[in-house]
C-alpha cells in the first residue's frame, strides 16, 4: 500500500516540505512528496548540514562578491539583472509584487533574503563553490524561494524557470536538476527545490549554480531565495592507504624507514608488532616511520604486523576514525 501525504508547499514561516512524504513498502524508500523537489531527499537520521546561508540578518547581510554577477539594487524595487537583501518587503514593488512581512528562516528576528528581479537573459544568477567535500559521497543541495509576482497582475506573466546545476570547476556536470516553472500564487508561498550529486574520485572543488532559463523581457520573472543549504547524505568513505610491502633499512638512503601514506587524514597512529606480539614502534603522527630498530637495536629480517588508526575529516567539523591492519616485510 502506498500512501501519498499532503505535498510541501506551504506559506511563508512553514518549513514542513521534509515531514511529508510516502513510503513505497516493495521497495522500502521513503518517497519526499514536494512542489518543485525533484531530488531524492537526504535521511533526516544522518545527514550533516555543511552549508547553511540564510542570507544573515537585518545590518548584518553578507557579501555576494563572486556569487552572483547582478548588481546591488539602489532603489526600493530592484530592476532587471539587479537584487537585494532584506528582511521584508512591505511595497508592492512595479504593482505586481507580493508583501513579505519577514523571511523564509524560522526563528530568526529581522531575517534577511535575497530578493532577484531577472535578468533579461537566461542564466545563472546565483553560485557559490563548495570545497572539502569527500570523493565518492553523496550530497543535496536545496534552496527555498518565492515567485514574487501575484496571480492574475501581470497580462502575460514570466515565470521564473529555474535549474539547479552541479559541476566541477573544470566544466564537469555532476547533476542537474530542472526544476521547471516557479508557478506564480494568489499568496505568498515558499517551495523547496533541490538536486542530489555524487562528487567524483577528484580532489576539486565543486560549483552550485541556480540557472533562471527565463530570458525574456516583460512582466515578472522576480523571485525571493533563502535557506540555502548543503547536506552530506552518506558517510565519507575510507580514504586511500598506502603501506609498503617491504622496507630494507641498511642506510643505503633508500627505503631505509616505513613511510607510510594516507590522504586526507588529519591524524595518524602507527603500531609496529613482532611475530609474538611485541609493540617494536609506537609512532602518534604522520612524521613519525619505523627504521626498523627496537630499543635502539636493528630488528631481525622477517615480517611484522602493522596497525593503523587515523581520522579523516568529513567537513571541516567532522571526522570519521578508522583502522587498518597487514604486515610488512623487513629486509636487511
Not at 103 to 116: E, F, Q, W, Y
Not at 183 to 202: E, L, M
Request: contains cysteine.
Amino acid at each position: 500500500m502506498v500512501t501519498l501525504l499532503p505535498v510541501g508547499r506551504y506559506p511563508a514561516k512553514r518549513n514542513l516540505c521534509a515531514r511529508f512524504g510516502l513510503f513505497w513498502p516493495t521497495l522500502g524508500l521513503w518517497l519526499l512528496v514536494c512542489t518543485g523537489a525533484y531530488a531524492q531527499p537526504c535521511p533526516a537520521a544522518t545527514a550533516e548540514v555543511l552549508i547553511n546561508e540564510t542570507f544573515g540578518t537585518a545590518g548584518h547581510v553578507p557579501s555576494l562578491n563572486g556569487r552572483t554577477a547582478y548588481q546591488i539594487a539602489t532603489t526600493p524595487c530592484p530592476e532587471a539583472g539587479q537584487y537585494m537583501l532584506v528582511n521584508n518587503l512591505l511595497g508592492q514593488c512595479f504593482g505586481v509584487w507580493h508583501l513579505l512581512h519577514e523571511d523564509h528562516t524560522p526563528n530568526d528576528a529581522n531575517g534577511t533574503m535575497l530578493i532577484v528581479n531577472s535578468s533579461n537573459l537566461a542564466g545563472p544568477f546565483y553560485q557559490q563553490s563548495l570545497a572539502g567535500l569527500c570523493s565518492g559521497t553523496t550530497y543535496e543541495f536545496s534552496v527555498w524561494g518565492i515567485n514574487l509576482v501575484k496571480t492574475g497582475t501581470c497580462t502575460n506573466p514570466l515565470v521564473p524557470n529555474l535549474t539547479i546545476r552541479i559541476e566541477t570547476e573544470t566544466g564537469q556536470v555532476l547533476s542537474r536538476v530542472d526544476i521547471g516553472l516557479m508557478s506564480d500564487t494568489n499568496t505568498p508561498v515558499w517551495r523547496r527545490f533541490s538536486a542530489t550529486f555524487t562528487t567524483p574520485n577528484a580532489d576539486e572543488p565543486v560549483l552550485v549554480k541556480l540557472i533562471n532559463q527565463q530570458g525574456k523581457e516583460g512582466c515578472g520573472n522576480d523571485m525571493a531565495i533563502d535557506d540555502i543549504q548543503l547536506l552530506r547524505c552518506t558517510v565519507c568513505p575510507p580514504a586511500p592507504v598506502f603501506v609498503p610491502e617491504a622496507f630494507s633499512p641498511n642506510n643505503d638512503a633508500a627505503n631505509d624507514k616505513l613511510a607510510i601514506f594516507v590522504r586526507g587524514a588529519v591524524t595518524l597512529r602507527t603500531r609496529i608488532y613482532d611475530r609474538w606480539g611485541t609493540l617494536v614502534f609506537n609512532g602518534n603522527t604522520a612524521a613519525e616511520q619505523w627504521d626498523g630498530t627496537y630499543q635502539g637495536k636493528p630488528c631481525a629480517t622477517g615480517y611484522y604486523a602493522w596497525e593503523l588508526a587515523y581520522e579523516v575529516a568529513n567537513s571541516p567539523r567532522t571526522t570519521s576514525t578508522y583502522t587498518r591492519t597487514g604486515r610488512v616485510l623487513l629486509v636487511r
